[in-house]
């Protein structure tokens, strides 16, 4: 049973920085992509930054420049991190490991405030 434990998110001021991470357990590590997907309320989730089982990385258009997804395989752990952060970054951010199927945690509070 894979399980996912994101932690690292916060209240942060608009600039400010925060890193995210995901634990991950229960399989095999490197054989799952992982990526970062957030949600605001009312919205519907969506992507963020992506990284292959072979450290290829993506991000939407949106999303260039001031995120950076990255994996450790020994430490069976996805990070993310998060620059420049704007109060409109404000959201639930889920990490989701995926081979046959999709896996989520949690979610992970980041509020970007004065």
């Known amino acids: 049973q894979v399980r996912l434990v994101e932690s690292g998110g916060g209240l942060v001021q608009p600039g400010g920085s925060l890193r995210l991470s995901c634990a991950f357990s229960?399989?095999?590590?490197?054989?799952?992509?992982m990526a970062w997907y957030r949600r605001t309320p009312g919205q519907l989730r969506e992507l963020v930054a992506a990284?292959?089982?072979?450290?290829?990385?993506n991000y939407p258009d949106s999303m260039k420049g001031r995120f950076t997804i990255s994996r450790d395989n020994a430490k069976n752990t996805v990070y993310l991190q998060l620059n420049g952060l704007k109060p409109e970054d404000t959201a639930v951010y889920y990490c989701n490991a995926r081979n046959v199927a999709d896996h989520w945690g949690q979610g992970t509070q980041v509020t970007v405030s004065s």
């Open positions: 990284i292959s089982s072979g450290g290829i990385t």
């Open positions: 229960g399989s095999i590590f490197s054989m799952f992509a």
